[in-house]
């Protein structure tokens, strides 16, 4: 249906991933999604067709895709099932920024298996009280003897209940008292003792989404990641990636909201004929798919510029602020159009507006996009 040109590597790419979605993936997302399960085994399958091992590059083991192969692959995750993109968006981001700054040790023990789909990590930035200022984290990492003692906690860190090691953003202080900044650290849960609980959440059901505890955790001085104090530098890189990543995830679920709203619009009948043929109905269906197509160039269009070699950062906010709000709008819609229906259960487009809402949170919420944007096109920064 949609009319945005790829070339046809990227429509081989697309095809093969939506049928392996469609067919292998698609039929057991209700299923854990009432039990909040996530089926581990199937992502090493998934990492054949380049997610999470796409954004890592060969030198490094992975597959080195573009950034456009990368959109596409996103947006079909995106189609399919929220809690998968989700997913598969933070394995990429704890990959990236392991290739980017660990060294041949950490390389071999939490890199490698993390592209085998043997391991899996976390990425535990979010604070209490440290959410959109990142750099406000006060999580601690003193250093005592031959490692580093952590005390403080992390907030919504997706998946650290089903992982096996994670990457954590904190102040690292020397035993003098030199404080060296936010620094990132392994924690190896096989090394590590840190509490973990999930907090029950609307969205991305077969996901979670945990509070993590440190109380004089030790961690061995060999887990820092990267320099001391290179921490945010680090995650942000991360985070930046992502939020491409996200958008596309968006525009993949506002297709969702369209395929599911004329597929139902045109078989429920009131009235004596399909809803379909009711103008206001219609009216609708376009607007879903008219952010459904606008977003998808927007997202094309960032992946293209990061391609070209740009920095992409305005391409990436805009694409970030737009496609998540618009899936939000094209999920209300899509929920409209299936009346009773869309609010059970039952009904995907109950999962979609669910999932529709946590698009303009992560990765820098909405009003963030807004202010990088304002900054870049008016040259005064408005968060501080
Ligand atoms: C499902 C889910 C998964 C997540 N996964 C992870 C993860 O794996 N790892 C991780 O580290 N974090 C994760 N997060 C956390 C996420 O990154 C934060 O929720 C996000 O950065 C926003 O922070 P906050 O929730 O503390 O909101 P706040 O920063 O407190 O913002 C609250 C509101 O105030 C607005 N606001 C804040 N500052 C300004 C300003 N200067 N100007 C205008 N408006 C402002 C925000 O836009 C928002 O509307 C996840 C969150 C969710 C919901």
């Not at 980017?100 to 298996?113: C, H, T």
């Given at each position: ?96 920024t392991?290739?980017a700054a660990g060294n041949?040790?950490q ?16 990425f535990g930035m979010t604070e209490p009280g440290a959410g959109s200022d990142a750099g406000a984290l006060r999580t601690t990492a003193r250093r005592k003897g031959d490692g580093y003692v952590v005390n403080g906690s992390k907030l919504?860190i ?8 994670g990457i954590l953003f904190v102040r690292a202080i020397d035993e003098d008292g030199t404080d060296h900044g936010v620094t990132a650290l392994l924690v190896?849960?096989?090394q590590s003792d840190f ?17 993590l505890t440190f109380d004089n955790t030790y961690v061995p001085a060999e887990n820092v990641l990267g320099e001391l104090g290179g921490g945010l530098r680090l995650g942000m890189k991360a985070i ?141 920064s408005?968060i501080r």
């Amino acid at each position: 249906m949609s009319t945005v040109h790829l070339d046809e590597d990227e429509q081989s790419v697309r095809d093969a991933v939506r049928s392996f979605l469609d067919n292998k993936v698609a039929p057991v997302v209700a299923e854990h999604e009432r039990a909040k399960t996530f089926p581990w085994e199937l992502l090493a399958q998934l990492y054949e067709f380049g997610y999470v091992r796409g954004g890592v590059p060969e030198s490094e083991g992975g597959d080195g895709l573009t950034m456009m192969m990368q959109a596409i692959l996103m947006e079909e995750a995106g189609r399919c099932w929220g809690s998968l993109r989700t997913t598969v968006n933070v394995q990429g981001m704890v990959a990236r920024t392991l290739a980017a700054a660990g060294n041949d040790e950490q390389r071999a023990r939490f890199l490698e298996p993390l592209l085998a789909g043997r391991r899996f990590g976390w990425f535990g930035m979010t604070e209490p009280g440290a959410g959109s200022d990142a750099g406000a984290l006060r999580t601690t990492a003193r250093r005592k003897g031959d490692g580093y003692v952590v005390n403080g906690s992390k907030l919504y860190i997706t998946n650290a209940l089903g992982c096996d090691f994670g990457i954590l953003f904190v102040r690292a202080i020397d035993e003098d008292g030199t404080d060296h900044g936010v620094t990132a650290l392994l924690v190896d849960s096989a090394q590590s003792d840190f509490g973990v609980h999930d907090i029950p959440h609307m969205p991305l059901r077969s996901t979670t989404s945990c509070e993590l505890t440190f109380d004089n955790t030790y961690v061995p001085a060999e887990n820092v990641l990267g320099e001391l104090g290179g921490g945010l530098r680090l995650g942000m890189k991360a985070i930046n990636a992502g939020r491409l990543n996200m958008a596309m995830g968006a525009v993949g679920l506002s297709q969702a909201c369209l395929e599911a709203a004329i597929a139902f619009c045109q078989q429920r009948e009131q009235f004596g004929k399909p809803i379909a043929a009711f103008q206001l109905v219609q009216q609708m269906v376009v607007e879903i798919a008219t952010l459904t197509e606008t977003s998808r160039l927007l997202g094309y269009h960032a992946a293209r510029t990061l391609d070209a070699g740009g920095p992409g950062r305005y391409e990436c906010s805009m694409a970030k602020l737009y496609c998540g709000e618009s899936a939000g709008r094209a999920a209300t819609l899509a929920l409209q159009i299936h009346g009773g229906a869309g609010l059970m259960e039952e009904s995907p487009v109950e999962r979609y507006f669910r999932d529709a809402r946590e698009a303009t949170i992560p990765e820098g919420t909405s009003q963030m996009q807004i202010l990088h944007l304002g900054k870049d096109l008016l040259g005064h920064s408005a968060i501080r």
